[in-house]
């Protein structure tokens, strides 16, 4: 990853932490090359640098999205429910 490619990212990540709840899709809709595993990675990182800060809000939020968009990029492995219970 660039580092110019990080700085878009991290702008985005601003972008989102700033933007009025609910209008994240439109945020990240408006810079579709940006969507891809660099931008999750990135999102993990910042949240957890969040955590450490003591901002558990924005952290979870950032895993909250990070996580979502690890889902529609087919990153985050869909687990039916019938194997979660299985295993409890």
Do not use: W
């Not at 601003?14 to 209008?23: A, I, S, T, V």
């Not at 595993?37 to 895993?63: C, I, P, R, W």
């Amino acid at each position: 990853m660039t580092e110019q490619r990080q700085h878009l990212y991290f702008n985005l990540i601003d972008e989102l932490l700033k933007c009025p709840n609910g209008q994240e899709p439109e945020v990240l809709e408006a810079q579709p090359e940006l969507i891809d595993s660099g931008l999750v990675e990135t999102m993990l990182q910042v949240a957890t640098m969040f955590a450490h800060e003591g901002n558990q809000d924005g952290a979870k939020f950032l895993f909250f999205v990070a996580r979502e968009l690890a889902k529609q990029l087919g990153l985050y492995p869909e687990v039916p429910n019938s194997e979660v219970a299985n295993k409890e």
